[in-house]
Every structure is written in structure tokens, then in C-alpha cells.
T-cell receptor, first 113, second 108 residues
Framework: NAGVTQTPKFQVLKTGQSMTLQCAQD?????MYWYRQDPGMGLRLIYY???????DKGEVPNGYNVSRLNKREFSLRLESAAPSQTSVYFC????????????FGDGTRLSIL | SQQGEEDPQALSIQEGENATMNCSYK?????LQWYRQNSGRGLVHLIL?????REKHSGRLRVTLDTSKKSSSLLITASRAADTASYFC????????FGAGTTVTVRA
């Protein structure tokens, strides 16, 4: 019963390097999300995909791009990493509609030096 | 921007005691959800209360919602060591907006 799987779990990058975070869900959910979690800030939405083939910006999209590869997979790309992007990144998925709970992966801990 | 704000930021209680945490928000909502996060793990959905509901129960959890005061509370009764975690409220209006969380420590 995998749910939402994120890879990698940990990563250290140098400033300017690029990186793609992978996310896959096996619950047949239409909607998928990328969040970042910083101390004292809660979770902030970076991008989301309401359904296969669509993506939209969230609260903090600058410096990131996303791809909804298919219904299962939603990736997050950092084209030129900056120290301010050091964070824990969470992927989530949900059924359609606001009353559907979101299911989270265990996160990717990303440090940018 | 954060919609919900939890209070207190941290809470330490003895096993068997009740834990209460509050969430205040700023704009109208369609529903409010509570999530738990254990250290090093992702968030887990606990309970959802719709804007037309006032109280909801799930096991040892009791959630209230007062839309006139724009506030919600989460009560965990008879706490256990396994309840040690951070708890987040999230308000839903088109998208979920999370607060910064309450860290609960249950002492054995």
C-alpha cells in the first residue's frame, strides 16, 4: 500500500545546479500538489495539477517548474538551485473536490550550499 | 500566504491528559481540515469539518468550528505517547492553506 512515493529522500546540491524531484501516487487521484515546508512557516503551495494535462501556480512558484507526466506522476524541477530553496519538499495527491483529503509523501530534504 | 494560525505553538502534556489546540483564520472557507505530522514524515489527514458543521468527532478527536469567530479547535482526549506530533489546520477555499502548526509532546 505505497500511497505517495517521493524520490530522492535526501539531496545536497551546489548553488546553480539543477535537480528534479519525483513523485508518484497509486491511488488513481486526479489532483497532485507540490509544497515546501520551512521552519515556522507551515506548508506553502508551489504548484498543483488539478487533473492530468493541467498545471497551475501556487503561492511560491518562482524558481520552480513542474511536469504532470501522466495521471500517476508529478515532478518538480529546480533549474538553477539557490540557497533560499533549501527546504523539505512534499508531494500530495487527492481526489477531485475541496472536501477530499490530501495524501502526502514523506518528503525530500533538500540542502543547497 | 498562511490562512490559518494555530495556538499554542507548542504544548506539553502528561499521558492521559487532554490536549486542546486552536486555529484562527481570516477569510471565509468551505471546510477546515486537521492534519498530523510525525517527525520526519509527511502529513496525515485526521478530520474534515465543513463550514455548515459545528462539531465533529472521530475516535479520540473532537473538532469544533465557529465560522462567526473564524476559529476552530482540535481536542485530543486521553492522550498517548503516540500522539506526540505536530498538528496543522488547513482551510479550504479552492486550495488548501496551512497554518504553522502546534507541536504536541506527550510525556509518559
Amino acid at each position: 500500500n505505497a500511497g505517495v512515493t517521493q524520490t530522492p529522500k535526501f539531496q545536497v546540491l551546489k548553488t546553480g545546479q539543477s535537480m528534479t524531484l519525483q513523485c508518484a501516487q497509486d491511488m488513481n487521484h486526479n489532483s497532485m500538489y507540490w509544497y515546501r515546508q520551512d521552519p515556522g512557516m507551515g506548508l506553502r503551495l508551489i504548484y498543483y495539477s488539478a487533473s492530468e494535462g493541467t498545471t497551475d501556480k501556487g503561492e511560491v512558484p518562482n524558481g520552480y517548474n513542474v511536469s504532470r507526466l501522466n495521471k500517476r506522476e508529478f515532478s518538480l524541477r529546480l533549474e538553477s538551485a539557490a540557497p533560499s530553496q533549501t527546504s523539505v519538499y512534499f508531494c500530495a495527491s487527492s481526489g477531485q473536490g475541496e472536501d477530499q483529503p490530501q495524501h502526502f509523501g514523506d518528503g525530500t530534504r533538500l540542502s543547497i550550499l | 500566504s498562511q490562512q490559518g494560525e494555530e495556538d499554542p505553538q507548542a504544548l506539553s502534556i502528561q499521558e492521559g491528559e487532554n490536549a486542546t489546540m486552536n486555529c484562527s483564520y481570516k477569510t471565509s472557507i468551505n471546510n477546515l481540515q486537521w492534519y498530523r505530522q510525525n517527525s520526519g514524515r509527511g502529513l496525515v489527514h485526521l478530520i474534515l469539518i465543513r463550514s455548515n458543521e459545528r462539531e465533529k468527532h472521530s475516535g479520540r478527536l473532537r473538532v469544533t468550528l465557529d465560522t462567526s469567530k473564524k476559529s476552530s479547535s482540535l481536542l485530543i482526549t486521553a492522550s498517548r505517547a503516540a500522539d506526540t506530533a505536530s498538528y496543522f489546520c488547513a482551510t479550504a477555499r479552492y486550495k488548501l492553506s496551512f497554518g504553522a502548526g502546534t507541536t504536541v509532546t506527550v510525556r509518559a
